[in-house]
């Protein structure tokens, strides 16, 4: 398969569609919306609700805006607290949601739930299972709440499901194999249990995130909001090896990211990284801090440059800007004494720990 890391990949794919299979390049984002609202509107009845699960991320938040237009106010958003959120997420997002967006959202603490069932369980997929689970409870239970206030049970739910989680998830067609085990059953596709009430709506299904970005800014969502970096539905989940509830481990985590993203952001190379972010381990190793000898975790930093997160470059930092980053987390973030930096691209790892 080519890819955008194989030499001259672009090219050789260019070449093939224009010049040997005689494809016109004649695709337009305009008409791609608008051929998605006419299938939402095709498919969602003029009596249908539609509930839309936002993750604070772009993903959802296109989505969300795009069914906005072509239904209006029989949508009804979700933003669901999972206790798996990055620092101070809640209320960063829910400030964008009313203050930017204008899309009315219901703002639902459900992070006891998550954690609890979360507890001892080590097994990456097991876990993306078991949030997947948790959110489509989540849900049913604000569906039902619908149901009461507007005599109608809502029938959808909007979900930003990308190509590549697609791709990543399912097997190839007429293949017979069933390899979305051996990748990652994401929970947007390969978890949702199969006694879900709502029926789907996947409008950026066959999008990728530069696209995605690229319709967003023509639905008018402000480009800062664009900019953000993925942020997986499991959320910290996916970036703690084992156990999400072990010690003060998404409390450290969410500090040690904090201090990483606002250190990009400060060093004006945000915009230039696909996704940075930062690792729990679950290690304990030996340090000196003052006077003292300590047995504390080791966090990792992760950053990648990519186009569509199929493939990715670890980024490369100035050394002063990593000296100064570990310094600040390992004096400002208490339980963590080693700092390592993740250098390796995709393929062989994946962008996120599990
Ligand atoms: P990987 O780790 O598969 O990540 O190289 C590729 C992109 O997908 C995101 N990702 C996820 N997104 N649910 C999601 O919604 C997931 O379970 C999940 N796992 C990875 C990841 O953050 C990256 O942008």
Redesign the pocket.
Known sequence: MKVTHSPKGMETLRHFLLDICGVEAGWKMEDVMEEEIKVIRGMVGPQDHVICAL?G?V?STVAATLVHKAIGERLHCIFVDNGLLRYKEQERVMETFEKDLHLPVTCVDASVRFLSELKGVTDPEKK?KI?GKEFISVFDAFAHELEQKLGKKPTYLVQ???Y??VI?SCPPPGSGKTHSHT???????G?LPKDMKLKLIEPLKLLF?DEVRELGKILDVPVSFLKR??????GLA?RIPGDVTQGNALDILRQVDEIFIQAIKDAGIYDDI??A?AVFLPVKTTGVQGDQRTHSNAVALRAVT?QD??T?DWYYFEHKFLDDVSRKICNSVRGVNRVCLDVTS?PP??????
């Not at 990748?183 to 596709?189: A, E, G, L, Q």
């Not at 970096?229 to 499991?234: A, C, E, I, V, Y």
């Not at 790892?349 to 599990?354: A, M, P, V």
């Open positions: 993750s991320g993903d993306r949030i930003g499901t990308l590549p989680d990543e990748i990652k059953s994401h929970h947007n596709v978890g995130k970096h993925p942020f997986p539905g499991p996916v696909w996704q972010f990519s997160g199929m990715a995709k790892s994946t962008i996120e720990w599990e």
